[in-house]
Each structure stands twice: as C-alpha cells, then as structure tokens.
C-alpha cells in the first residue's frame, strides 16, 4: 500500500481559493483511483471527490461540484483537489485516499491506504 501525505490546508476567508496536495510514496500512483473525503467535527465523514486511474474524468460530492477540481500529475506521484469560492461550511480536515476500484467512488469502505489529513478552516 502506498503511504499518501496531504497539504495546503490552511485558514482562508469566505470566497478564496485553495489547493490541496496528496503526494504518495511507497509505490506509484498511477494504478489507482485517488479520492478525497472530509470530515468536519461531529459529523459523518463526506464524499469530496474522486479522479479514477485513467484520469480522464473526475466525480464530485453535490457539496463541491461545481467549485472544485480534482486532478493528478502521475510523474510526481501527486494528486490535486482545488477548491474555489470557499464557503464556512467547507471546513474541515480533508484526507485523500486510494482504490483499485472504478466505481462507487464516494464508498469510502472500498479504499485501503488513507493520508493523515490538512485541516482546512474558512472564516467568514
């Protein structure tokens, strides 16, 4: 399994931008499905968004889409979630994670090696 390590959280004001980072090692990234999920305090772990293996298309939680983009640079080993016109109810600690699946992306039972977290916090 490979290990996978966030960054580029951080404190932003309501309607900025961020860009997170998920750099994998131990092994590559290119075979598999990278998903990011987050979860705020007392509440149920989200579905952010996925970008599968072939990376030709990207899926989003109903809470992003339209504001976020998930992307990957296989040669760096790294993925990417930019997220746009932050709102308050975007904070959280954000973790990306990794499948072999291509399907059932938001199922967060069906990926094996999770990164620590980038908390990232909107103030209005």
């Known amino acids: 399994q490979v290990q996978l390590d966030e960054s580029g959280g951080g404190l932003v004001e309501t309607g900025g931008s961020l860009r997170l980072s998920c750099v994998a090692s131990?092994?590559?990234?290119?075979?598999?499905?990278v998903a990011w999920f987050r979860q705020a305090p007392g509440k149920e772990r989200e579905f952010v968004a996925a970008?599968?293996?072939?990376?030709?298309?990207?899926y989003y939680g109903s809470s992003v889409k339209g504001r976020s983009t998930a992307s990957r640079d296989n040669a760096k080993n790294t993925a990417y979630l930019q997220m746009n016109s932050l709102k308050r109810e975007d904070t959280a600690v954000y973790s990306c994670a990794t499948t072999t699946y291509v399907s059932n992306f938001d199922d967060a039972s069906r990926y094996a090696s999770w990164g620590q977290g980038t908390q990232v916090t909107v103030s209005s």
């Open positions: 131990g092994g590559p990234l290119r075979p598999l499905s």
């Open positions: 970008i599968p293996w072939f990376g030709d298309s990207a």
